[in-house]
């Protein structure tokens, strides 16, 4: 078990462009999360994936935003048009069912210049 | 309005001195208050869940507590290695308005450990 794995850790874009991440949940986990930390702040929810279907998209994504889970393995985060209001860390994590201590991963960090 | 409030935002202590987090939580239907330690451009590693008023949990120098309104993260004789930001998050019923699955962070509190 190898925990939770984002790739990439850090992405510098143009304003602009589209970018995508990956995440690579815990290999039993059944739930995956996606979450967006700025500075100084605790990480904000954006959505949720039990096994492949997405169940809640926050109000904070703008259609700007996608994220998919194929086949309920890994997941993809992708923005488009990126602005400079997007950069961030953004943070995976996964459980299994709704138990205890979601695990997270790194985190990839994206820099809109 | 703020769901989960936590202070100080920033704690200096020296090596050995014991000091307590606080988390303040406005939520119904609490499904769980979550601890958890972040270092530096990494990912928020999970410490504790604490489910009802009373409950403790204890994991080396850290022990959480909850209350009904607040939950406090008591740290004995700190290490410089337990420097970090410590966050809490609560988990609401979906009974009361929330997810069983959403958290809601705090800003988090930078604890500092000095030799």
């Known amino acids: 078990d190898t925990g939770v794995s984002q790739d990439p850790r850090h992405k510098i874009t143009k304003r602009g462009q589209n970018v995508t991440f990956r995440c690579d949940p815990i290999s039993e986990h059944n739930r995956l999360y996606w979450y967006r930390q700025t500075l100084g702040q605790g990480p904000e929810f954006l959505t949720y994936?039990?096994?492949?279907?997405?169940?809640?998209k926050s109000r904070l994504l703008s259609d700007r935003f996608s994220a998919e889970r194929p086949k309920g393995s890994f997941s993809t985060l992708e923005i488009q048009r990126t602005e400079q209001g997007d950069s961030a860390m953004y943070l995976c994590a996964s459980s299994f069912g709704g138990g205890d201590g979601y695990t997270f991963g790194s985190g990839t960090r994206l820099t809109v210049v | 309005e703020d769901q989960v409030t936590q202070s100080p935002e920033a704690l200096r202590l020296q090596e050995g001195e014991s000091s307590s987090l606080n988390c303040s939580y406005t939520v119904s239907g609490l499904r769980g208050l979550f601890w958890y330690r972040q270092d530096p451009g990494k990912g928020p590693e999970f410490l504790f869940t604490?489910?009802?008023a009373g409950e403790e949990k204890e994991k080396e120098r850290l022990k959480a507590t909850l209350t009904k309104k607040e939950s406090f993260l008591h740290i004995t004789a700190p290490k410089p290695e337990d420097s970090a930001t410590y966050l809490c998050a609560v988990r609401q019923s979906p009974h009361s308005g929330g997810s069983n699955y959403k958290l809601t962070f705090g800003k988090g509190t930078l604890l500092t450990v000095n030799p």
């Open positions: 994936f039990q096994n492949e279907a997405q169940l809640e």
């Open positions: 604490l489910y009802s």
